[in-house]
């Protein structure tokens, strides 16, 4: 097992765009979907770059071939592979134990910097808090935040072969975050839901521009 404990928590807030993941029913990586013209992982991580004090894009082993080193990266630490999510969060705790994490997944097209921005605002830096489904009464893991301070419960987490983050935000009962609107957290997992979106991404541009 890699040990991810900490002694501290730091005040500094870390952007991780989360890449990892086999995108199985899209049958292409999610990451590199292209919604403002550029794939969506670099458009993630422009965002987060003028929110946080750093931001990188994570990704797996598998994906290296084509991630653009031009950008900050952070490759998952091989013991973790193959988990889901909960890989990026512990290779970020690993290799930058003195983060706090703002976590971003590639899934939310309709996530703007303003509502992130809001988020953030809001946050009490102690505690995980991620955007809440209230339709279903479920956490959004991958649009969360999870404090230095998680690090320890997490990789106890891992060592119990628990790779939930949902779990975990549930048993944390960490803060829900009610996004504007709930298209935010709408998350995009088909081509047919990728077309979709681009058309709707579209109308929007559209009728900004005519107004």
Do not use: W
């Amino acid at each position: 097992m890699v040990s991810t404990s900490l002694t501290h928590i730091s005040n500094n807030l870390l952007g991780l765009v989360v890449c990892g993941g086999t995108s199985s029913r899209m049958g292409t990586d999610k990451s590199m979907l292209q919604y403002y013209n550029k794939p969506q992982c670099h458009y993630l991580y422009e965002m987060l770059a003028s929110i946080c004090d750093e931001a990188l894009i994570s990704y797996n082993s598998k994906q290296a071939a084509f991630i653009n080193d031009a950008y900050p990266t952070l490759l998952d630490v091989s013991a973790f592979e193959g988990i889901g999510p909960m890989a990026a969060l512990l290779s970020a705790f690993y290799r930058k134990p003195n983060a706090d994490i703002l976590f971003i997944g590639c899934d939310y097209p309709f996530l703007e910097a303003n509502e992130l921005r809001r988020f953030i605002d809001g946050l009490h830096r102690n505690r995980p808090e991620a955007f809440y489904n209230s339709t279903y009464s479920i956490y959004e893991p991958l649009l969360a935040y999870y404090p230095g301070s998680a690090c320890e419960t997490i990789n106890e987490m891992y060592a119990a072969a628990d790779f939930s983050l949902q779990h975990f935000l549930h048993d944390q009962h960490a803060g829900k975050f009610i996004p504007s609107s709930m298209q935010t957290i709408q998350s995009v997992d088909t081509k047919e839901a990728f077309q979709e979106a681009i058309s709707i991404i579209k109308n929007k541009r559209s009728n900004t521009f005519t107004k």
